[in-house]
């Protein structure tokens, strides 16, 4: 069976930072794709940043220059560094992991169960 687990959201100030950190367990495949989505209320989830398995990465316009994904293959970890936080990155992250890159769109097979981020002004 696998399961996605994140972890590290929290609540911090405009301008403050966290680091997301998403564990695969019961993964087969020594190499996969991860990636991270989030979900405002009253909003659609959206892709936030991607990492496939040849390490190419693909972020959302609005996280460019502040976030940062990165996996460990030997772990079948991979964390997301928010730098930089703005209001409007409130919401709930998700982490998952597949071994198909669906890009930005929300069609991967595995997700967490989301860890909440608020981001006061």
């Known amino acids: 069976v696998i399961k996605v687990l994140e972890s590290g959201g929290g609540s911090v100030q405009a301008g403050g930072f966290l680091r997301l950190l998403c564990v695969v367990s019961?993964?087969?495949?020594?190499?996969?794709?991860a990636g991270w989505f989030r979900q405002a209320p009253g909003k659609e989830r959206e892709g936030v940043a991607i990492l496939d398995s040849d390490g190419r990465i693909t972020y959302r316009d609005s996280v460019k220059g502040r976030f940062t994904i990165s996996k460990d293959n030997a772990k079948f970890n991979n964390y997301l560094k928010m730098n930089d936080l703005k209001s409007e990155d409130t919401g709930v992250y998700y982490c998952?992991?597949?071994?198909?890159?669906?890009?930005?769109?929300?069609?991967?097979?595995?997700w967490g169960q989301g860890t909440q981020v608020t981001v006061s002004s």
């Open positions: 019961g993964y087969k495949y020594r190499t996969y794709m």
């Open positions: 998952v992991a597949d071994v198909v890159d669906y890009g930005l769109a929300p069609d991967y097979a595995y």
